[in-house]
């Protein structure tokens, strides 16, 4: 075994939340400081470790995405309210490969597959095929299969599924489905971002409150793996451990699926450091770092090519308190006027060059306001300009107003939720 897969066999069997670093593993496992660096940056890349800033690197449990993965023939036949004709008991089994069988039946051989599934109308050749090759098959238009392809399809637990739509549109909604999971995968939630660390946390069943120094200004009160609940640092001596739900503080805690805007409106609202991440059984996961939180993510980019977002942002050009763009065909509707997602993209960009000219980074939009004098329309050159007009320690008023060669289209009113970097 090579040092590189030493080290790593080392990391893995760290429990969850321990600390490591490059000089540690050196003088533990006996190697140069550069084998061990190389070690943690490739246990960083596998999702064993995470390097937060001022804590440190830890050991941290691999998560799995949600969405991830190819559709099972249940699924398909879910989003186009199929009939299941044979092979119920290979329903659950995920589809390696789609194939539209609009070619010549020699020509499938090339494509079809095992576990593949294979769209198709009343091409009774073509069906047969599929079987031979352990393809499933949907058959379109309404049409159903032969009596013999059905008895082989449930032999060989082959689903056979028949529509009466057609090709195109089954073919259509099929990638719809596909789009939507693969954002789904992109979004960045509590599950994503939570580490375990017990510095943070406070066990009734084990802890010493007169030892104990808290490392955040709010405490995770526990009792073993369930979660308590969340109270203040400060409070920690006072706590009766029979009164504990005396010092708890409210709706704190969110659960894995969380997403990062529910994440910024709970820290932007509480003023924390820290969010606990809590499953629906009531178990402590860790906790999620404001600096992860609102810290920028850059848009990723989906199977089809860039996001809509990625393209909005290279196309608008941004002056001082103002962003200007031209109005492009993907960001209308079908009557031609702006949709309210793109829109807000907008808003949402110049939101963040206005209050980052105040030196605030970390903010939650809370509540937006808008009237419509004029529609926007496609191919119009707009211009947004955002001004403070409010500004408190916790919270913000932003206008904004969308004009175009020196006509108002909109006004909007923005409460804003804004966490100062220099408090603790």
């Known amino acids: 075994m090579s040092k590189h897969d030493e080290i790593l066999e080392y990391i893995h069997a760290l429990p969850e939340g321990a600390k490591i670093s490059v000089r540690q593993i050196s003088a533990n496992l006996d190697v140069s400081d550069g084998t ?24 941290v ?6 969405g991830e993965g190819n559709l ?28 539209i069988g609009a070619m010549r039946t020699e020509a499938l051989e090339t494509y079809l597959e095992e576990g593949a599934l294979l769209i198709v109308g009343n091409r009774e050749d073509a069906q047969w095929r599929a079987m031979d090759n352990r393809s499933g098959i949907l058959i379109t238009g309404g049409f159903g299969p032969a009596a013999g392809i059905m008895e ?15 090709t195109f549109s089954v073919a259509s909604v099929i990638q719809r489905e596909l789009y939507s999971r693969s954002l789904m995968s992109n979004v960045v939630t509590a599950d994503d971002l939570v580490v375990r660390q017990e510095k ?11 030892g104990y120094i808290p490392a955040d200004k709010m405490t995770v009160l526990v009792e073993g793996e369930r979660y308590l609940g969340t109270i203040r640092s400060s409070d920690i001596p006072s706590v009766d451990k029979e009164r ?3 010092w708890l503080q409210q709706n704190i805690e969110v659960l894995p699926s969380g997403t990062l805007q529910t994440l910024r409106q709970v820290m932007s609202w509480h003023q924390l450091n820290i969010v606990p991440v809590v499953d629906r059984e009531r178990r402590f996961l860790g906790v999620v770092h404001r600096r992860d939180v609102f810290r920028e993510f850059e848009p990723r980019k989906l199977s089809t090519g860039m996001s809509s977002e ?23 509707d079908e009557y031609g006027s702006i949709t309210q997602s793109a829109f807000m993209r ?6 963040a060059v206005v209050l980052k000219s105040r030196g605030i980074h970390s903010y939650h939009i809370d509540s937006l306001n808008l009237v419509n004098v004029k529609l926007v329309q496609l191919n119009q050159e707009i211009v947004l300009e955002g001004n403070i007009i409010d500004l408190g320690d916790q919270f913000l008023r932003l206008e904004v107003e969308t004009s175009s060669e020196g006509n108002v289209l909109s006004k909007a009113m923005l409460m804003i939720q804004h966490y100062s970097d220099h408090k603790k």
């Open 72 to 99: 099972t023939f249940q699924q398909v036949n879910r989003v186009i309210q199929g009939t299941i004709l044979a092979g119920r008991k290979g329903m659950a089994h995920e589809i390696t490969r789609f194939i």
């Open 200 to 210: 943070y946390v406070y066990d009734l069943k084990t802890a010493d409150a007169r």
């Open 346 to 351: 907008l808003v949402e960009r110049l939101t």
């Open 310 to 332: 990625e393209v909005i942002d290279r196309e608008i050009r941004i002056d001082e308190n103002r962003v200007r763009m031209k109005v492009m065909p993907f960001m209308t």
């Open 36 to 59: 061990s660096y190389r070690a943690i940056k490739s246990a960083e890349k596998e999702g064993l470790v995470k390097t937060i800033e001022r804590v440190g690197t830890i050991r």
């Open 61 to 66: 449990a691999p998560r799995e995405s949600a």
């Open 152 to 166: 082989k399809a449930e032999s060989l637990g082959l689903p056979v599924i028949s529509t009466s739509a057609d």
């Open 244 to 246: 504990y739900s005396e």
